[in-house]
């Protein structure tokens, strides 16, 4: 017994050292601290409560699981909750995607996406390919296999002699291009670096692409022009490459359909990675969704080498599908794409007072808005003015939770990621605007911008 020997101020750890004040409860878009002080959530979390906080009738579903039972192990027991889910989440999918495999989080999506398409080349007779080719900047997760994909150099940096390096080309920032291209000439140039990188590695060796069809925070919701996605596909079958969306942060209805890769019918991928919103914060929940024909191979050739003790559990698999019931009962996917299209115009009309915002950006409640030194050349801001921290800070203190990075990597800039629960109204848009307005006032003023 070593009761309170090892007791400091805090035991917990995370990233950084720096706290919050401890959160007391939530409901719709806010969320309340211990001390009274209430937020709005303009993030969701970390882009994850996309039906709000405190929805009942997911806790009333949760709370009917737990009575039953919160946890059966699959190798005991098949279990309705995941059954259902799984067959729930197909029915949204586009056609063709009728294999679930269920995790707990977006790491573990993207991890099983690649280790689903190895399994599939080598069940195939393509043992010989294995690289997966991503994009920079980009963010696909912590662990090894989703950091190695992961265009974020200075979180991979340590961890190299660890993992397989991995081709990367640059992600599609078209808009910050000064050329005679139009935005659709820049799309397919953009996606003609995937087939230039695949030659160069050889297309034998080119296992997958994969890339988050809306970024997230890693670029500030970039959105490719609309050739990029169909050329992609495109060259992924002329060269047998597999192709993977993350759609971890952008799935889930919040760019306004179930998918990001929705808004591109002709740019379909084969595997998808999903999370967050999938769960909505209610428990922790992600999922791969795959085509049999890929998934089949692997089952027929001894199954797939891949698992988590917690994947497809009762509780979390029910509440999931009470997401997935709440987000079709409150027309949620189509409120996104509605309320999307007012915050974009509110967060443009911002341009004119505040020059230092350059580029809008994003879909549904997917959005972004950069800051720059100059709109004109798109030039960032400096960054020792830590200008997104600042702004994030600023609007805290305020009462409103926004999600705000300097992108590195490819290209630099702050940007700030403006993404409330899907539920928000018309009244509480303008609400988070005036917040989002009077700290950029003050970011304004206190960085003489
Ligand atoms: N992929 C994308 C696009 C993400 O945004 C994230 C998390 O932010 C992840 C993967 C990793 O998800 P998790 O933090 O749940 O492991």
């Not at 912590?142 to 190299?160: D, E, K, M, N, R």
């Not at 005679?180 to 060796?205: C, F, N, S």
């Not at 306004?256 to 914060?281: I, Q």
């Amino acid at each position: 017994m070593h009761a309170g020997s090892n007791r400091r101020a805090s035991n917990l750890f995370y990233q950084s050292g720096s706290r919050r004040p401890p959160v007391d409860r939530a409901e719709g878009i806010y969320i309340w601290a211990q001390d009274g002080r209430r937020w709005i959530d303009g993030s969701s979390g970390a882009m994850v409560v996309n039906i709000g906080h405190g929805n009942r009738n997911v806790l009333d579903a949760m709370k009917r699981q737990m009575e039953r039972t919160t946890f059966a192990y699959r190798l005991h027991f098949e279990n309705d909750a995941a059954e259902d889910l799984a067959t729930r989440l197909c029915d949204l999918m586009p056609p063709g995607f009728d294999r679930v495999f269920f995790v707990s989080g977006g790491s573990e999506a993207t991890e099983s996406c690649i280790k689903l398409a190895r399994q599939y080349a080598v069940a195939t007779g393509q043992a010989g390919r294995y690289k997966v080719i991503s994009r920079f900047p980009s963010y696909h997760g912590c662990t090894l296999g989703a950091l190695a994909v992961t265009g974020y150099a200075a979180l991979a940096a340590p961890f190299s002699p660890l993992m397989a390096a991995m081709p990367k080309i640059p992600a599609p920032t078209a808009y910050l291009d000064r050329d005679d291209l139009t935005p659709a000439g820049r799309g397919l140039r953009y996606a003609d670096m995937l087939e230039a990188a695949i030659k160069a590695e050889g297309p034998e060796t080119v296992l997958a692409f994969i890339m988050e069809p809306v970024g997230g925070a890693s670029t500030g919701a970039l959105v490719a022009p609309d050739s990029y996605y169909p050329r992609v596909r495109e060259i992924c079958d002329r060269y047998g490459v597999l192709l993977i969306h993350d759609e971890v942060m952008s799935g889930a209805g919040r760019t306004g359909k179930f998918l990001a890769g929705d808004h591109w019918p002709d740019g379909r991928p084969d595997l998808v990675a999903l999370s967050k919103g999938l769960g909505s914060g209610y428990c922790p929940l992600g999922a791969m969704v795959a085509p049999d024909r890929i998934v089949a191979p692997v089952l027929a050739a001894g199954g797939f080498l891949h698992g988590f003790t917690y994947a497809g559990n009762p509780l979390a698999s029910a509440a999931g599908l009470a997401v997935l019931d709440e987000m079709e009962r409150g027309d949620m996917i189509g409120n996104a794409a509605r309320m999307g299209a007012v915050l974009a115009a509110r967060l443009e009309g911002l341009k004119a007072r505040f020059p230092f915002i350059g580029d809008v950006r994003g879909k549904g409640l997917l959005l972004a808005a950069e800051l720059v030194a100059d709109p004109g050349t798109m030039e960032p801001l400096p960054a020792r003015l830590n200008a997104y921290q600042r702004l994030v800070d600023i609007a805290y203190d305020k009462g409103l939770i926004i999600y705000s990075r300097r992108t590195r990597g490819g290209y630099e800039g702050d940007h700030v990621l403006v993404c409330p629960p899907l539920i928000i109204t018309e009244a509480q848009v303008e609400e988070l605007m005036a917040i989002l307005t009077e700290s950029l006032a003050d970011l304004a003023a206190e960085l003489h911008l």
